[in-house]
């Protein structure tokens, strides 16, 4: 299939756009030999997704709970959050920004861990508790569209030292001042809801109990 893959004259496999085709051989004696090919876009995660929506609020929302700390450490200094996700029609609602909120990361107890949100018109938030006061990204009505209904983005959230940082398919969108340590649950973490639920997907959650840069 030449849509995904062409082969030039020398053997040379060249992948033309994501998906999977097969390429067989002819030896100089006739024999052939026939293997399957996948083509990987690296621009989009790689299709181990996993899909949120069943039920109506967060009390009986689907999600996957993660029933330790996500960091070495309850006292955390700096740390990467990051994902893929995909919004479906019911994350991305019009109107005024920061009327409605669908967390796809996090967990909300006595204390929120960073957590991650939709609000309206696929603004990105990220929120945090500091002591017994919650913080978070600024959200307003010029704050940038990063998410897109049924496409897929990479977001993170990276807390360097008093700031953190929220970026969207690696571009820096906003910061926040936040305490050089933070008490982050260690008992609990949830994908695809906090105090509220999400509809989409997401893939290649992943931790690091570090600040990763820019180009990283």
């Known amino acids: 299939n030449s849509v995904i893959a062409t082969v030039d004259t020398n053997g040379i496999v060249t992948g033309i756009a994501a998906g ?4 067989t051989y002819t030896t100089s004696s006739g024999c052939t030999t026939t293997t ?4 990987i876009d690296c621009t989009q995660p790689f299709g181990n997704a996993l899909s949120f929506g069943n039920g109506t609020i967060a009390s009986n929302a689907d999600y996957v709970n993660i029933p330790s700390r996500i960091f070495p450490s309850q006292t955390v ?8 996700i995909k919004p479906s029609a019911s994350d991305i609602l019009t109107g005024t920004t920061g009327t409605n909120w ?4 996090g967990y909300t107890g006595t204390k929120r861990s960073p957590s991650l949100y ?20 600024p959200v307003s009505a010029s704050s940038p569209t990063s998410l897109v209904l049924d496409k897929w983005t990479h977001v ?23 305490l050089a340590n933070l008490d982050v649950p260690d008992n609990a ?15 290649e959650v992943r931790f690091w109990s570090t600040a990763r840069t820019q180009s990283q």
């Open 156 to 178: 993170a959230l990276v807390k360097d030292g008093t700031t953190m940082r929220l970026y969207v398919n690696g571009v820096q969108i906003t910061t926040a001042t936040c």
């Open 20 to 23: 999977t085709t097969t390429i």
């Open 77 to 84: 200094a700096n740390f990467t959050i990051e994902t893929w």
């Open 102 to 105: 669908f967390a796809f990361l």
């Open 36 to 39: 399957a090919l996948r083509v």
């Open 189 to 203: 973490y949830w994908l695809g809801k906090s105090d509220n639920q999400f509809n989409g997907a997401l893939d």
């Open 118 to 137: 939709i609000t309206n018109n696929g603004v990105l938030h990220g929120s945090w508790s500091e002591g017994s006061v919650l913080n978070g990204t």
